[in-house]
């Protein structure tokens, strides 16, 4: 099981995280699991002061692979590199160390964003590498908004079922009451 932290970022809020194991294998798992099975219901890309990038996948991935260590998912008409494994460069053109362990994602964390009562409002995966810049954050669906990003009047549970599946088998941690608990969504943390 693993145990969560609380903390406080400034333009966050309030946020519940739990860590996530960053080898390559878990992470590739991760997010072929993502990309394969709910690339219809989340919502992706960098989340950085000043910018979010609300990415909607347009079709499943035409193809996930893996070279010197960069996944790279590819929806046809465009696709992302992120490097999540060993990355060495070419013979030409080599990787320092340095900058392979900059380039590699180094922390990644499943987390939901908690209003001032405690209650979850938002729940998401966040991924950054060795210099603890954000690399790309997924947005799990959300019990308070619809596909189409309308506030809904009643919360929609079943919308949990992504985070329920992604804490049980990669941080071995069952479902609990806790997600249930808010009332609507609430921007900011009040």
């Known amino acids: 099981m693993t145990n969560s932290q609380i903390v406080e970022e400034e333009g966050m809020g309030k946020l519940e995280i739990f860590p996530l194991d960053t080898s390559e294998e ?52 465009w696709h992302f590199h992120m490097c999540i494994g060993h990355h060495k460069g070419n013979r030409t053109n080599p990787t320092s160390p340095e900058l392979a362990h900059h380039r590699r994602c180094q922390r990644a964390e499943m987390y939901r964003i ?16 060795g210099k603890n810049e954000q690399m790309m954050t997924v947005f799990f669906p959300n019990p308070f908004i619809s596909d189409e990003e ?41």
């Open 26 to 77: 878990t992470l590739l798992d991760i997010l072929t699991n993502v990309f394969e099975n709910y690339w219809d219901k989340v919502v992706f890309g960098p989340l950085v002061q000043g910018a979010v990038f609300e990415i909607h996948a347009p079709n499943a991935p035409t193809r996930i692979n893996m070279l010197d260590g960069y996944l790279t998912v590819n929806f046809g008409s």
């Open 114 to 129: 908690l209003n001032s009562d405690g209650s979850p409002r938002s729940w998401g995966m966040r991924f950054y590498n």
């Open 150 to 190: 309308r506030i809904l009047k009643n919360p929609d549970w079943t919308r949990l079922a992504m985070w329920d599946e992604f804490r049980r088998k990669y941080l071995s941690m069952e479902p609990e009451p806790l997600d249930q608990a808010g009332t609507r969504f609430r921007c900011g943390g009040h």
